[in-house]
């Protein structure tokens, strides 16, 4: 039943994660020499495109049904501390000298780029969610992994 949900939400999720790599490679700011080393680390493969952008809160998704369905998945919540839009990552301000969490979404920005792209990713991702929960899916779990070993 979980998978049907899929087609109703990805179209939602790749607007909304196009709009907010826009807002973050526009506003943000260029990996500093450590975190080009870890991108490097992580498996991306265009270190030169990803931005930070230091936010109090990582914006909510609208639809609100949308929005209602990531803060029951757990995916988005006021305590999200970082999030990849593909080449633009949201780190929460009170983690923004967190090396760990920096390096754990630049491993999801080596997946944007391995699975082809911000719709084939979120397929993905969202499936991962859907069925095995957050933070228990494949992705996330490389993602855990590749920051241990960047930051070991």
Not at 21 to 34: D, F, K, M, Y
Request: proline share 5%; with cysteine.
């Amino acid at each position: 039943m979980r998978h049907l949900l899929i087609p109703l939400i990805l179209p939602v999720a790749v607007g909304w994660v196009k709009k907010q790599e826009r807002r973050i490679l526009s506003a943000g700011v260029p990996l500093n020499r450590e975190q080009l080393r870890d991108a490097v680390a992580a498996g991306v493969k265009h270190v030169e495109r990803v931005r930070l952008l230091r936010v109090q809160t990582i914006p909510s998704v609208r639809p609100r049904a949308v929005n209602a369905l990531a803060l029951k998945l757990r995916l988005l919540s006021p305590h999200t501390a970082g999030l990849t839009a593909r080449y633009g990552i949201f780190i929460r301000q009170d983690f923004w000298n967190s090396r760990s969490l920096v390096a754990h979404e630049l491993a999801h920005t080596a997946q944007y780029e391995r699975l082809g792209g911000i719709k084939a990713f979120l397929r993905d991702y969202l499936s991962e969610c859907l069925v095995e929960g957050y933070p228990f899916g494949p992705l996330e779990a490389e993602a855990a992994k590749a920051a241990q070993q960047i930051c070991d």
